[in-house]
């Protein structure tokens, strides 16, 4: 059960876990704002939401979210996985920009640089401490 | 209400990650196929310290919903990015994982660059 895992296949599941959080967080946010006359207060509202096809979608890929993210953290650090998925606040920001039309402030440029550099530096580290002897298993 | 809220999530997020590191340290790669991901749902439900972790991140999503009523996007996304810090602190002091200089460099990084994007 202890196949090394390239750092390349690593980084495509990175990609995938970023991709299935930000789309499934919009299908959620995109079904629940047509949903906005209902409150929300209890448990009968939230499963009328859930009948919703896009927030029934957003629940199926936030579950797959969840478990591909515990695939990758078989696979790598915690504190190697959380800055690379921080790639996903970049996705966030370019989804709000192009469903909702919001603006590109210069600040927001320096953030998707800095987020970008700071994945890279991260990148380069060794993705998984190696376990000591009669620990692993 | 808002400092409330955001407590409960950085606690539930560093809980559920910590946790859910350490069961995943512990069982070893996995695949990343649908056999593999249905295997998970089965070890979620048989380990406890994985269930308690996956509760925690249902706990942190639900509170995170509910601060977003209470306060708007550009608090709530860098308060609660913060909690990588802390999680890198602590993947290093509890989980022994190995944080070099250039690690808590680009964690520190990506942190400015969250906080920045939520402007």
Known sequence: MCVHVSKLKTFGLVLAVVLLNAVGNLSMAWGMTHLAAIALLNPLDYLKAMLNPYVALGIVLLILWLLTRMTLLSWADLSFVLPLTGLGYVLAAVFGRVFL??????????????????????GMTRQKTPAVAGDSQ | MKWLLLAVIVVATVLGDLLQSYEMKRSGEQAANARGLARLLRMIVSRPFLFLGIVCMAISFFAFMALLQAAPLSFAVP?????????TALAKLVLKEEVGARRAAGALLVLGGVVLLAR
């Open chain 1, 101 to 122: 039309n919001e603006s590109v402030t210069a600040s927001r440029w320096i953030g998707t640089f800095l987020v970008f550099f700071g994945t890279a530096l991260v």
């Open chain 2, 79 to 87: 308060a609660s990015a913060a909690t990588f810090v802390l999680e």
